[in-house]
């Protein structure tokens, strides 16, 4: 079975520092990856997917994530954060033999201090 | 290229009464996810719906059922509700494809039951 563990629910910087949003998941096999984000009373907008091959995987906005499947882990990294940065921000896990259903993890809130 | 859309945006009802939701899939894409994000929380996965048919459902009650027409578009439709139903409802299309899963989300339809 497939779960998304997000390890901090509020995350806070000052402006033009980096970023580092926590994520581990659980998967039974070779799952896909992402990371959305959902500004306020906004749907969720893709960041990032892995899906195989690369660790380092590129998003948009500046953001990457690093997969590092030793640690089970799927960590969200920007060298530096802006103020339009803040938003709640969504790991999530599937898997094709579970019809690629989504696995939501609870979200870190992202503060940017000007 | 329009993306995912809903409707209503916003939606107010009373305990016990029955409400609809719909949504229209990004183009070309064939199958419809819908999910429900409680305050604070990750969106929850309640079903999935492909060439018409419930093709995987989460852990809600028979409350909650839906529709995909021919065209691809969705309903969901909650009955008797509770106000435990309140949250925002996302829906979410992707193509199928043994080579993406990626969902795209529309802005969701927030319920308010009283």
């Known amino acids: 079975a497939q779960s998304v563990t997000q390890l901090d629910s509020h995350v806070s910087v000052s402006e033009g520092t980096p970023v580092l949003l926590r994520c581990n998941y659980s998967?039974?096999?070779?799952?896909?990856l992402f990371w959305y984000v959902q500004h306020p009373n906004k749907g969720l907008q893709l960041l990032l997917k892995y899906t195989s091959a690369a660790t380092l995987v590129k998003g948009i906005n500046g953001f990457d994530a690093v997969f590092k499947k030793s640690e089970t882990s799927f960590h969200l990294t920007k060298p530096s954060a802006h103020m339009s940065d803040a938003a709640e921000y969504f790991c999530v896990v599937s898997e094709w033999s579970s019809g690629n259903q989504f696995y939501f993890g609870t979200g870190t809130s992202l503060t940017v201090i000007p | 290229d329009a993306g995912v859309t809903q409707s209503p945006t916003h939606l107010i009802k009373t305990r016990g009464q029955q409400v609809t939701l719909r949504c229209s899939p990004k183009s070309g894409h064939d199958t419809v996810s819908w999910y429900q994000q409680a305050l604070g929380q990750g969106p929850q996965f309640i079903f999935q719906?492909?060439?018409?048919?419930?093709?995987q459902r989460g852990n809600f009650p028979d409350r909650f059922s839906g529709h995909q027409f021919p065209n691809y578009s969705s309903e969901l439709n909650v009955n008797a509700l509770l106000l435990g139903d309140s949250a925002l409802y996302l829906c979410a299309s992707s193509p199928t494809s043994l080579y993406t899963d990626t969902q795209y989300f529309g802005p969701g339809t927030r319920l308010t039951v009283l």
């Open positions: 998967s039974s096999y070779s799952p896909s």
């Open positions: 719906y492909y060439e018409e048919e419930e093709r």
